[in-house]
């Protein structure tokens, strides 16, 4: 069976980085498609394993030869999806995890409309700006824009496949875990499974 | 948050007996929404646990007072959904889980749109024929009945929304746990959770 394409979005905050960390020692049947952007790495992050880090330059070429699937401009900078990092996993048989932001995951129901997008909500707004002051890595000012920002991401939550509450980390990643296995399971993906029950499998 | 209803249906021999034994015993978030029938129990049922036994006129005045969900003749015997065992276990925000047979899951289909269907399949038709022997509690006439049953039933998968193969036991119950878990999950099932976000919540 192929792997599936599962698109992750979330609020600065709400945890999505731990949460992806924590799924990947907990499977080995999907793995991350890392994004690519312009934006400058923060501390800690390894280029190529959190994103793929280029120059403005860089990631305009790749656009004009067609090997950005989608691409958008967040608070500054360029974040986009290699369709390489995409292909690469879905050739192994493996599910692609892609971490994009909103309008990025509409771009992609759009392009792959059996792409299964999952949401991940902080408990509350209350939360979401405690856990952002917590960080420490961001100024006053960008806790301000990033909050401000939350507020208008989560109004596309609505047209995601999946919601999952970040309020317990082990829960949410269980969470994450039973949405991919049980996409796996959905009717709409099993025409071949039905098949091969030969006659009988189809009314 | 309100309890789910879902419906587990199978031809004979694909365990889903079994599979639910052990479902229970691994999660007290669902429970088992017991069904009438009018058949004989088999060895080792007991009445109220793995059906509610009822005579034939028992049944017939149950349907009279409204008292059955749905019901289905099938095999010569009545099988049906009792209300109050829905309702039982939805009051205590439980998901209910009932075992019906084709017909009874289409009709809960018709009355609940929002119901989650599940199918469970063997791993093929030789499987199949092979477990119903190795039971050992049904004649050569019954075993040939309920081939040819199950190759009508299977017709009927397409209109379920997942499909578990129950190949290995651990693995089929591991499926369902998801399947539950997931469709909790659903954008569709959370716009109470979407409006607790007020204003920003909804676009």
Known sequence: MKGLLFVISAPAGCGKDTILNELFKKTDTAGYAVSATTRAP???EVNGVHYHFLTREEFEHKIAEKEVLEYTEYCGSYYGTLRKSVDDL???SKDA?????VEGAM???R???EACLVFILPPSWEVLEKRLRDRGTETEEKIVERTKQARTEIKYAE????LIVNDKLDEAV??????LRAEKLRRSRSDELLNSFGEGGKA
Do not use: H, S
């Not at 995890?97 to 932001?101: A, V």
């Not at 047209?159 to 999946?162: E, F, P, S, T, V």
């Open 42 to 44: 923060r501390e800690g």
């Open 90 to 92: 879905i050739n192994q």
């Open 97 to 101: 995890i892609l971490k994009i932001e």
């Open 107 to 109: 771009n992609i129901r």
């Open 111 to 113: 392009m792959f409309p």
């Open 159 to 162: 047209n995601y496949d999946y």
């Open 174 to 179: 269980d969470d994450l875990l039973a949405v």
